[in-house]
Structures are given as C-alpha cells and as structure tokens.
T-cell receptor, first 114, second 111 residues
Framework: NAGVTQTPKFQVLKTGQSMTLQCAQD?????MYWYRQDPGMGLRLIYY???????DKGEVPNGYNVSRLNKREFSLRLESAAPSQTSVYFCASSARTQRGETQYFGPGTRLLVL | LAKTTQPISMDSYEGQEVNITCSHNNIATNDYITWYQQFPSQGPRFIIQGYKTKVTNEVASLFIPADRKSSTLSLPRVSLSDTAVYYCLVGGSFGNEKLTFGTGTRLTIIP
C-alpha cells in the first residue's frame, strides 16, 4: 500500500515548455486534489476532483489543466510554464469518514521554471 | 469556503503543553474541523478531526466550543520533533469537500 505517489520528484523547465505531473493513489479514494505551495506559504488549491470523470476549479486554476484518468490517477498539466509557477506541487486524496473528509498527501513535486 | 485565522508563529519549550487556536467564524452547520501537521519538504499529515466538544487521540486533543466558531489544538508535552507548521481547516461536509488551507501556525520548540 503506497498511499499517494507523485512523479517526478523534481523538474526544471524553461518558460513556455509544457509538462504533466502525475499522481496516483491506491486507497480507493473518490476525491483527489492538486495544491501548490510557494516558499513560506500555505497550500493553495488548484483543482479538485470529487469522483472519476469530474473536476472543479480551486483558488488558483489559471495556467493549469487536470485530467481524472480513472479512480486512481489525477494528472496536472502545465501547457506553457511560467516562472510564477515555480512551486512545490502536492497531490492528495481523501476518504470520507463518519467525521468528514480526511486528506492524505503525496511527497510533492518540486518545479523550477526558468 | 470557510476562512480560518491562526497565529502566524508560536514558540514553546520542550515538555510544555502547547495550545494553538483557530478562528472560523463562518463555519457551516455540517463542516468538520481538521488539523494537519507539515514538516519541511513533506506533504501535510492528518493529526485530528472533530465536529464539536472534545476529541482526543494518541497525539493531540481538539477542543471545540458550543458555538463552533473556534477550535484549539492541544499538544501535550511537546518535543523538538513537534517543530512544524500546523494548519486548521474547516469543511469536508457533503458538497463542501474542497478543503482550503490557510497560512498555518509555525510552531518552534526550544530545547
């Protein structure tokens, strides 16, 4: 049981390049999330998927697209990277318990856009 | 989405009890209160979750007053390894699964 996995761990891009960040979870969770975290800041929600086939914008969706490929996988795509997208990207999935949603996070992808 | 307000930073000595309070004045009726811990270069980790009154687990306690407009995370007898950023989130009810992180509280434990 690996939990939430993310690839790659590190990436350097030039402005204008595109890339896809991959995320997978093996906990059979319905909901998945993409966050970004800038240095010294909290996490900001980029996109959210409540179930396979559905996605919803978060606080900072501009410049990103997502695909919920199946229940396990949720990818984040940068079509034309900009230096402002330099950040650490975290993927999460969540389980509904009697008390509410509990999120489980991946290790993060560190992205540098030059 | 319910907004939360926490102190930006706190310092405490080892062995002390630490209480971190979070304000969430516009919490919805069905929202839960969840606390996460984040170490540098890692993703946040779930600590505790509650709806009302008091919840306790092996690492922390969560106190929620009757009006639910605030909550307090209590860490008993902290150690250096508790140095981290602590986030309070509200939400998670059906139809409000999007959870928004605030800036968190940076807790520093002093030897």
């Amino acid at each position: 049981n690996a939990g939430v996995t993310q690839t790659p761990k590190f990436q350097v891009l030039k402005t204008g390049q595109s890339m896809t960040l991959q995320c997978a979870q093996d906990m059979n969770h319905n909901s998945m999330y993409w966050y970004r975290q800038d240095p010294g800041m909290g996490l900001r929600l980029i996109y959210y998927s409540a179930s396979e086939g559905t996605t919803d914008k978060g606080e900072v969706p501009n410049g990103y697209n997502v695909s919920r490929l199946n229940k396990r996988e949720f990818s984040l795509r940068l079509e034309s990277a900009a230096p402002s997208q330099t950040s650490v990207y975290f993927c999460a999935s969540s389980a509904r318990t009697q008390r509410g949603e509990t999120q489980y996070f991946g290790p993060g992808t560190r992205l540098l856009v030059l | 989405l319910a907004k939360t307000t926490q102190p930006i930073s706190m310092d405490s000595y080892e062995g002390q009890e630490v209480n971190i309070t979070c304000s969430h004045n516009n919490i919805a009726t069905n929202d839960y209160i969840t606390w996460y811990q984040q170490f540098p270069s890692q993703g946040p980790r779930f600590i505790i979750q509650g709806y009302k009154t008091k919840v306790t687990n092996e690492v922390a306690s969560l106190f929620i007053p009757a009006d639910r407009k605030s909550s307090t995370l209590s860490l008993p007898r902290v150690s250096l390894s508790d140095t981290a950023v602590y986030y309070c989130l509200v939400g998670g009810s059906f139809g409000n699964e999007k959870l928004t992180f605030g800036t968190g509280t940076r807790l520093t434990i002093i030897p």
